[in-house]
């Protein structure tokens, strides 16, 4: 069965900072797809990025970078130069590709950042 | 576009009673699910609708039950609320349903059965 770990639970950090948050999955599937969701206060998910099995370079978007490692089944997410704003509950998430019924996302238990000044 | 619209919001049930979440979409997605979110315990998938007319369980379907009429919407129904269902309650969709895609959430309600 798939499964997602993100053991921090809470994470503590002042502005400026940089802040690595951990993902690990489980699968025993081949073809799959990795997700990252942000949940700010206001409680509504949103999407930041989707990288399949296939693909593992790593990616940039502004402050933000994820680190993709197929060998040890880590898809783990970086913040650079934190500010406030990015202080929220961030979810990793897994789904495998239609195999005969629909797949479904498995998300991890969430890693609270909170930025502080 | 709206996106994911989920009403109401907030709800407060007694023990026993039951109610609807509402759940529509507009960008003609064909997959469209809903999860709870409890404290300490991610989201998890209750029920999940790959085109209209074709429903099937989660992970946590107990005590829920879902309909897929039309390609917008897609509700939630409490039969009998119990206290266990207290929880945040999110709608998603998606273009495709074989997990290839991105889902989109709507806002969530929030449920209070005392």
């Known amino acids: 069965a798939q499964k997602v770990t993100q053991a921090q639970t809470e994470i503590s950090v002042v502005e400026k900072e940089d802040v690595t948050l951990d993902c690990v999955y489980e699968?025993?599937?081949?073809?799959?797809?990795l997700f990252w969701y942000k949940q700010p206060p206001s409680g509504e998910l949103v999407f930041l990025i989707r990288?399949?099995?296939?693909?593992?370079q790593n990616e940039i978007s502004g402050r933000y970078s994820w680190n993709f490692q197929k060998s040890t089944s880590s898809f783990n997410f970086t913040i650079t130069a934190s500010q406030v704003v990015d202080s929220a509950v961030y979810f990793c998430?897994?789904?495998?590709?239609?195999?005969?019924?629909?797949?479904?996302?498995?998300f991890g238990t969430g890693t609270r950042l909170q930025v502080t000044l | 576009n709206a996106g994911v619209t989920q009403t109401p919001k907030f709800q407060v049930l007694k023990t026993g009673q039951s109610m609807t979440l509402q759940c529509a979409q507009d960008?003609?997605?064909?997959?469209m699910s809903w999860y709870r979110q409890d404290p300490g315990m991610g989201l998890r998938l209750i029920h999940y609708?790959?085109?209209?007319?074709?429903?099937d369980q989660g992970e946590v379907p107990n005590g829920y039950n879902v309909s897929r009429s039309t390609t917008e919407d897609f509700p939630l129904r409490l039969l009998s609320a119990a206290p266990s269902q207290t929880s945040v309650y999110f709608c998603?969709?998606?273009?495709?349903?074989?997990?290839?895609?991105?889902?989109?959430f709507g806002p969530g309600t929030r449920l209070t059965v005392l």
């Open positions: 998430a897994l789904s495998e590709p239609f195999t005969g019924t629909a797949s479904k996302l498995t």
């Open positions: 960008m003609n997605h064909e997959y």
């Open positions: 998603a969709s998606s273009t495709g349903t074989g997990g290839t895609d991105t889902q989109y």
């Open positions: 609708s790959v085109g209209a007319g074709i429903t």
């Open positions: 990288r399949n099995s296939f693909d593992e």
């Open positions: 699968t025993r599937d081949t073809t799959y797809y």
